[in-house]
């Protein structure tokens, strides 16, 4: 809840130069007071995400302890712009500014060039204080000019149809017989409510285990779930009574994004996964949502992005830049990345209990 704006005093919030549009948009930290504002904004701009929202501020300062500099840009008392921005020291990577952690969007939202330069300059002015080697701008289309753009990580969205009847006739042959078989052939059922969090978690870490790759602490999506309530989804799916696939889905404006997903390791063969998503999808157009964010894959990740173009989505570049400061060079904390080869293939056969521990530690030096 901006515990830590709320001990920065105003002279450290101007401590940022303000450059030289000061007359047109002057950009500060936000305070709490600007909470609800700055959520009106993320609310009503068109490239506005869940991830922009307080919410997940809360939820990430909240859960890792990492430090937030959100940035208002104004023109007399309107906002013209935002940038949420999250110091992360990373003892893998070094001190980076990102935006946003753990999420697969962020980056500045403005109404114009000039808004963007401003908030762009105070976040580098931000950098060079804090001495990082790098700012992370997760926007869905790029906003800086003179930035590269990062071609490694594509989306997936699709409208939905208008009636929760057409969902099944909507999805491609193959995914269409998967999620049918899911509920007439295995006798699938699910149910939706937060109190099913803990088991969701359960299948997620395991997942996650499978994959060689980190799970985020239990108290996370908690967090997030309690500022986001009647903005999100848990369910989960059983076979003959036992948990098998659930799924945490945010909500956003007419957009439903299914987000953490865990399932058991038979799940494939009673076709889990395909009937959790065409569940989540027939509730979401009976609720009034249009739009359905598969979220994003690595280009690499042959496994996720098949799997959604299986599903009938196409994938479309997400255009994320990185600004890197001078001397420095680009922390990299992919999993592609040979450094960290060693440790996936040792990850696998860990015990989950010590994966768990572990992978909650160090998730808070991994971003997302």
């Keep these: 809840m901006l515990n830590t704006l709320k001990q920065q005093d105003r002279a450290e919030r101007l401590i940022v130069p303000p450059g030289p549009d000061i007359r047109t948009c002057h950009v500060s930290l936000a305070e709490a007071r ?31 302890g990492h430090r937030p500099y959100y940035l208002i840009a104004r023109r007399d008392r309107d906002i013209v712009g935002v940038l949420p921005l999250f110091l992360v020291k990373s003892f893998l990577a070094g001190r980076m500014l990102v935006s946003v952690p753990y999420a697969v969007g962020g980056g500045i939202l403005a109404d114009d060039r000039l808004a963007v330069g401003a908030l762009f300059d105070h976040g580098r002015a931000i950098a060079e204080r804090e001495n990082c080697r790098s700012i992370d701008l997760r926007s869905r289309k790029a906003m800086v000019s003179d930035l590269p753009v990062i071609d490694r990580y594509v989306g997936f969205e699709r409208a939905l149809p208008d009636r929760a009847e057409d969902v099944l006739a909507w999805l491609p042959r193959k995914a269409r017989a998967a999620a049918r078989n899911g509920r007439d052939k295995f006798g699938l059922s699910i149910s939706f409510g937060p109190e099913h969090l803990h088991d969701v978690w359960s299948l997620y870490t395991h997942s996650m285990k499978r994959l060689a790759s980190l799970a985020y602490p239990e108290s996370f999506l908690r967090e997030l779930l309690g500022a986001f309530d009647g903005k999100s989804w848990v369910c989960l799916v059983r076979k003959e009574g036992r948990p098998v696939a659930g799924l945490v889905t945010f909500l956003f404006r007419d957009r439903v994004m299914p987000y953490f997903i865990g399932t058991s390791d038979d799940a494939k063969r009673c076709s889990a996964a395909n009937f959790i ?47 890197i400061s001078a001397g420095k060079t680009a922390p990299d904390l992919s999993p592609t990345n040979p450094t960290f080869g060693l440790a996936r293939s040792v990850w696998r056969f860990l015990p989950l209990s010590v994966t768990r521990v572990v992978g909650g530690y160090v998730s808070k030096h991994v971003p997302g």
């Design 277 to 323: 998503y065409f569940s989540l999808m027939e509730r979401a157009v009976r609720e009034g949502f249009g739009v359905f964010d598969f979220g994003r894959s690595r280009e690499g990740n042959v496994g996720s992005y098949n799997f959604k173009r299986f599903n009938g989505f196409e994938p479309k570049p997400l255009e994320y830049q990185t600004f």
């Design 34 to 64: 600007d909470a609800t504002a700055w959520d009106a904004y993320v609310y009503a701009h068109k490239d506005g995400t869940v991830f922009h929202a307080t919410g997940w501020r809360d939820a990430v300062e909240n859960s890792f």
